[in-house]
C-alpha cells in the first residue's frame, strides 16, 4: 500500500517569511500532487510533480525522485495563503494522500 | 464553465436511513472519484469511474453504491446509513480516461452528518 507523510502537521508564520513543507512518499508512486483546502473546505490542485521543480507565482514545489521526497516553498509568505496544504502521491490504486499541513501566516 | 457541482451541501441523517449525493462536471472529463475526508485523516477513496461505464472499488468502499449515470454525472448512494458514514465527501474529476495519476478537480464537498 502507497504511504505518505507530511510534515509539518502544523505551522504559524509571520507574514513574508519563507515557508517550508516537507512530503516523503513509498515505492510505487509515480506522480507527486500538491493541493490546498481553503478554510472554508474547497480543494484546488496546486502542481503535479513527476521530477523537477514547477513554479507558480510565489509558488514553487520540487521532487527528489531518488529520495522520494518533495518540498512545496512559499515565498513572500502573506495572509491569504492560511490554508490547509496536502500532498498526494499517485500510483496504480489511485492517489494516496497525505494528512495535510495547516499553515497560518500571521500579519 | 460550473467546475465540478455537488448537491446537497450539508445533510443529517438518522441511521438506517438511505440518501444519494450527487455530483456532475462540465469539463468533459472521463474520470470520476468519489472521496471522503475525517478529522486526522488523509482523503479516502470511495469509489472511482475510470471512464463512462465503468465504476471501481477503492480504498474504503464498504457502504456505499456508485453509479456513472453518464460522462457527467456521478452519484453517491447510501443505502443504510451509519453514524461511521459521517464525514465530509468530496466529488472529483480528471481528463484522462483511467487517470488515477493526473490532476483533479474537486467539487466544493458534502457535510454528512449521520444521527
Known amino acids: 500500500k502507497n504511504e505518505v507523510e507530511q510534515s509539518p502537521q502544523n505551522l504559524t508564520a509571520q507574514e513574508g517569511e519563507f515557508i517550508t513543507i516537507n512530503c516523503s512518499y513509498s515505492?510505487?508512486?509515480?506522480?507527486l500532487h500538491w493541493l490546498q483546502q481553503h478554510p472554508g473546505g474547497g480543494i484546488v490542485s496546486l502542481f503535479m510533480l513527476s521530477s523537477g521543480k514547477k513554479k507558480h507565482g510565489r509558488l514553487i514545489a520540487t521532487i527528489n525522485i531518488q529520495e522520494k521526497h518533495s518540498s512545496l516553498h512559499i515565498t513572500a509568505s502573506h495572509p491569504r495563503d492560511s490554508a490547509v496544504y496536502i500532498c498526494?502521491?499517485?500510483?496504480?490504486?489511485?492517489?494516496?494522500f497525505g494528512k495535510g499541513t495547516h499553515l497560518i501566516i500571521q500579519p | 464553465n460550473a467546475g465540478v457541482t455537488q448537491t446537497p451541501k450539508f445533510q443529517v441523517l438518522k441511521t438506517g436511513q438511505s440518501m444519494t449525493l450527487q455530483c456532475a462536471q462540465d469539463m468533459n472529463h472521463n474520470s470520476m472519484y468519489w472521496y471522503r475526508q475525517d478529522p486526522g485523516m488523509g482523503l479516502r477513496l470511495i469509489y472511482y469511474?475510470?471512464?463512462?461505464?465503468?465504476?471501481d472499488k477503492g480504498e474504503v468502499p464498504n457502504g456505499y453504491n456508485v453509479s456513472r449515470l453518464n460522462k457527467r454525472e456521478f452519484s453517491l448512494r447510501l443505502e443504510s446509513a451509519a453514524p461511521s458514514q459521517t464525514s465530509v465527501y468530496f466529488c472529483?474529476?480528471?481528463?484522462?480516461?483511467?487517470?488515477?495519476?493526473?490532476?483533479?478537480?474537486f467539487g466544493p464537498g458534502t457535510r454528512l452528518t449521520v444521527l
Open positions: 498526494a502521491g499517485g500510483g496504480a490504486d489511485g492517489l494516496t
Open positions: 472529483a474529476s480528471s481528463e484522462a480516461r483511467g487517470g488515477l495519476t493526473d490532476t483533479q478537480y
Open positions: 515505492v510505487g508512486i509515480s506522480a
Open positions: 469511474s475510470a471512464s463512462e461505464g465503468t465504476t
